[in-house]
């Protein structure tokens, strides 16, 4: 089955600064990349998301990149702020249409004012 | 649009108590999760349902874990008898059938065995 890698665990930077998490897959066949976002004692949400037939995907401050050679996808997170403070999921699913998606183990994002 | 709906938010039981936990998907959704989260395990796919029929439950850890979805508006999981290590956030998530389709979480359980 699928195996999502994602670093690094934790990850503080400085208000203003860009923050970058990394995920890696097993499966070519994966073709769904979404990003959740956690905030403590809540619910997951999902943030972005991109498809396969896509490198790039943009949305304000938030940007996912794909490499399906390499099988890794990023998250680009610039201009943070401390509401960007969070744990971020990465997740893969593949082409079989069940919406199974594979998680990564999460990043916890600590944004310093 | 009222989303996952998931109940109770909070319980605590003793061990040896059955637990059961409720779902209602958002309306039209053809897929149904549960999951588990602990700090330890991270997030942990269940079991999932596709038109109300189990599709794949490898992820229950044991027979104690059992989940039912008797119509496309509710579903269960159930707990008997619950141990100490049962102790975790339960999250239900639900999603359309078409392929790559977001999952949409509830607010979660969170379970307490003393």
């Known amino acids: 089955g699928e195996n999502v890698e994602q670093h690094p665990s934790t990850l503080s930077v400085q208000e203003g600064d860009s923050a970058v998490i990394k995920c890696t897959y097993s499966?070519?066949?994966?073709?769904?990349f979404p990003w959740y976002k956690q905030e403590l004692g809540k619910r997951p949400q999902l943030i972005i998301d991109?498809?396969?037939?896509?490198g790039e995907k943009k949305d304000q401050r938030i940007a996912v990149t794909l490499n399906k050679t390499a099988k890794h996808f990023s998250l680009h997170i610039t201009e943070t702020q401390p509401e960007d403070s969070a744990v971020y999921f990465c997740?893969?699913?593949?082409?079989?249409?069940?919406?199974?998606?594979?998680f990564g183990t999460g990043t916890r994002l600590t944004v310093i004012p | 649009d009222a989303g996952v709906i998931q109940s109770p938010r909070h319980e605590v039981t003793e061990m040896g108590q059955e637990v059961t936990l409720r779902c209602k998907p958002i309306?039209?959704?053809?897929?149904l999760f549960w999951y588990r989260q602990t700090m330890m395990r991270g997030l942990e796919l269940l079991i999932y349902?596709?038109?109300?029929?189990?599709?794949?439950d490898s992820g229950m850890p044991e027979d104690r874990f059992s989940a039912k979805m008797p119509n496309a508006s509710f579903s269960t999981l159930k707990i008997q008898p619950s141990e100490p290590r049962d102790s975790a956030v339960y999250f239900c998530?639900?999603?359309?059938?078409?392929?790559?389709?977001?999952?949409?979480f509830g607010d979660g359980t969170r379970l307490s065995i003393l």
């Open positions: 499966d070519s066949a994966s073709n769904y």
């Open positions: 309306s039209g959704h053809d897929y």
């Open positions: 998530a639900s999603s359309f059938s078409d392929s790559n389709q977001p999952q949409h």
């Open positions: 991109i498809r396969s037939n896509v």
């Open positions: 349902f596709n038109n109300n029929v189990p599709i794949d």
């Open positions: 997740a893969a699913s593949t082409v079989t249409g069940a919406n199974n998606l594979f």
